[in-house]
């Protein structure tokens, strides 16, 4: 019986409309308070009664910080993969098991594709220096699977040889062949730097991240840099982490669209069971219904704003929360 409510609820995940998206996340966190004793116990301890969420915005989110010291798992099930989040020797990553890599690739293919088309269309070039050199990063297996998917002979990671990722990028520039750039934001601002060159038919993403590599910036003044060096009109960006499965994409001005599985809302600071309206800033919490078998419902330590159509931007980290990866500092942006 149990499989049967579970399989149709990935069924309604992976076809999920904006119409469909609250009911789903109501059966989703229903669910997963009847099978996961972690986000039970915590629902519980809030004395929330279940019975009586009947919207979104009623829905406790978990604390991202859980993930650190506990399993997050809904029911029984041993992980094909499990990622970790980058951080220093100090901190302790953040761990999340995933059940099923064949739905990690689905849901990550359907939420770059509805953005930008098939990868299939891209060179996809990863210059990750320091996320291929530590094990369990969901950013290095995410490109990966893109990498493989655009079977384009091009296509590959890049650690430190620039040279080859430059003679790459001339070559498919000679053939117009579209190219994805992904790196992570100190490894782009170097390449600015030493190579500043007019790139045509490229669509720049920055994942994030000095990595202490850098004196930290805002991504205004990152983009600025980028766009000047480059001679591009924008600068994408990726919003996602070790906790979530499903990502946010932004085409320029730090604007993030969430995938269809995904949705922002904003908490008040202070009192985190509180929800702000549009145009608030706050601390941002995440539906990711792709966390089926983890938690779909996930308090950040990343502070932000959302706005009416559902787009967000990014605007910070909360003072004692880790220097991760994929998180820059506030931007200028309103």
Known sequence: MMNIVYNTLKLHIDNVT???FEPTALAVFRYQVQNNPLYQEFINLLGISVE???KIQQIPFLPIQFFKYHTIKTQEWLPEVVFTSSGTTLQNPSKHGVRSLDWYNQCAFKAFEAQYGALENYAVLALLPSYLEREGSSLVFMVEQFIKRSKNPYSGFFLYNTDELLQVLGQCQLKNQPVLLLGVTYALLDLAKEHPKALKNVVLM???GMKGKRAEMTKTAIHAVLKNAFGLEQIHSEYGMTELLSQ?????NGLFEPSATMRVLIRETTDPLHLLPAQKTGG???IDLANIDSCSFIATDDLG?????GTFRVLGRFDASDLRGCNLLVGEEV
């Open 248 to 252: 946010a994409y932004s085409k320029g």
């Open 52 to 54: 009586e969420v009947t």
């Open 284 to 286: 941002i919490n995440v």
């Open 305 to 309: 704003r959302s706005y009416e159509d």
């Open 206 to 208: 920055e994942t994030g």
């Open 18 to 20: 904006e119409t469909t």
